[in-house]
């Protein structure tokens, strides 16, 4: 049995003088061997006079802690009699990269996200931790240096935010001692306006010469039903993507918008929306969108089949859409434009802007209708707060929405 002199808990670096036997030893701090507990035995009987010369031993060694000159020889304390312990200096644990930080930290999320995340967001950030030039954290200035330079501020800040998440993380989870991204916040600059700025909808009559080109075009007239719907209900393109038969009601008085589909290396992979709630789009007092809705059903529907399809009949995949369809794209090295870039090329519209915009024409238009912007958001999944900051401006050059 031993007893301590000493009560309570040890301050950081505290020496703690025990009776173990009936003989003196030393407890030395947990944190100079990784946590294993380790005493020094002096050898002494406990006698009052040998506990003076043991409380002075662990005043010295504490000393010598708090100078970071610790002798882990024990020679400088007197190492001396069979009953004195010889200490080993801990190995010090291997320091992890952000590399591999980041992957225990994917790992470790992975419970608590969606796939669709791991897959697009989380995905985009190894692919972006992959080009650094360094992936050491001594070199965390080198890293938010690259990272502002190659990238747009957006998305710099984007990828400083989730590398920041992994490394407080990792310190939680006592990875490394210190999070080196943690006060780098103001160096990513954004324009807190972004959102606005990227609203650049199409005007009504730019909005028709669009699905007149659709309707008339020799292979891809299959899409002017979906580009229609983009435009006149301001769907998100995956929730359009997504949208099953079963989502529209028999009478053709309402949408549900309760799924999306997003594309992962070519697969479409079925979600939530992005608020996460279902939300009701009314279609009683919009004759053109309902006639063409019934005209492109089939009879004898499956309810689980998409409303829109490929020129294949599979799920639409948006990249491939927007690729070869809606801006162009590069082939075997020769640029193809694609139906909105040749349009914007021609004069037909006054300049071009990406397919996401059609669901910016909508809201804008039915601001201009004078639609509240409660109704509006409802409609379109989005709040009245956002509607009334970034959609409320100047409408001068839209005219009034018509359907």
Not at 10 to 33: A, C, E, H, I, M
Not at 132 to 142: G, H, R, V, W, Y
Not at 223 to 239: D, H, I, Q
Not at 375 to 393: C, D, F, L
Request: glycine letters at 6%; proline letters at 4%; a positive charge.
């Amino acid at each position: 049995m031993y007893s301590q002199t000493t009560t309570g808990k040890l301050s950081k670096g505290g020496v703690g003088v025990q009776s173990f036997q009936g003989r003196l030893r030393l407890r030395l701090p947990r944190q100079l061997f990784n946590g294993k507990q380790q005493y020094l035995y002096l050898g002494l009987p406990d006698t009052t006079v040998n506990r003076k010369v043991a409380e002075a031993k662990a005043k010295m060694i504490e000393a010598d802690i708090a100078f970071e000159r610790f002798d882990y020889t024990l020679a400088k304390y007197g190492k001396s009699g069979p009953n004195l312990k010889v200490l080993e200096p801990p190995q010090p644990k291997p320091s992890l990269n952000l590399a591999e930080l980041w992957a225990r930290y994917t790992e470790a999320r992975s419970k608590d996200v969606s796939e669709t995340t791991l897959k697009l967001n989380y995905a985009r950030v190894t692919s972006h931790i992959n080009k650094l030039p360094t992936k050491s954290l001594e070199d965390a200035i080198a890293i938010r240096d690259h990272l502002i330079k190659h990238n747009s501020p957006y998305t710099a800040k984007r990828i400083w935010i989730q590398l920041n998440a992994c490394c407080k993380w990792a310190k939680r989870s006592k990875l490394i001692a210190d999070n080196p991204f943690s006060e780098m916040a103001e160096d990513f600059k954004i324009n807190n306006n972004r959102e606005s700025e990227d609203i650049d909808s199409f005007s009504k009559e730019e909005m028709e010469v669009i699905i007149s080109a659709f309707e008339n075009h020799p292979r891809y007239k299959h899409y002017a039903s979906f580009v229609k719907f983009l435009f006149w209900t301001g769907a998100r393109t995956s929730e359009a993507v997504g949208l099953k038969w079963k989502h529209i009601s028999p009478d053709f008085k309402t949408i549900t918008f309760t799924e999306a589909v997003v594309n992962i290396s070519s697969q479409g992979i079925r979600k939530e929306t992005k608020t996460k709630k279902s939300r009701k789009f009314p279609l009683f007092s919009l004759p053109k969108l309902v006639a063409l809705l019934k005209g492109i059903k089939p009879e004898n529907c499956d309810p689980e089949s998409p409303v829109f399809t490929s020129l294949t009949g599979k799920l639409i995949n948006a990249h491939t859409f927007n690729a070869d369809v809606w801006k162009g794209c590069k082939r075997h090295g020769k640029q193809v434009d694609g139906i909105v870039t040749k349009l914007a090329k021609e004069g037909k519209i006054s300049h071009y802007r990406p397919q996401y915009q059609t669901r910016h024409t909508f809201i804008t238009q039915q601001v201009a209708a004078g639609k509240n912007s409660t109704t509006i958001a409802r409609w379109v999944g989005n709040s009245a707060s956002i509607i009334e900051k970034h959609y409320m401006g100047d409408l001068s050059h839209v005219g009034a929405a018509e359907f």
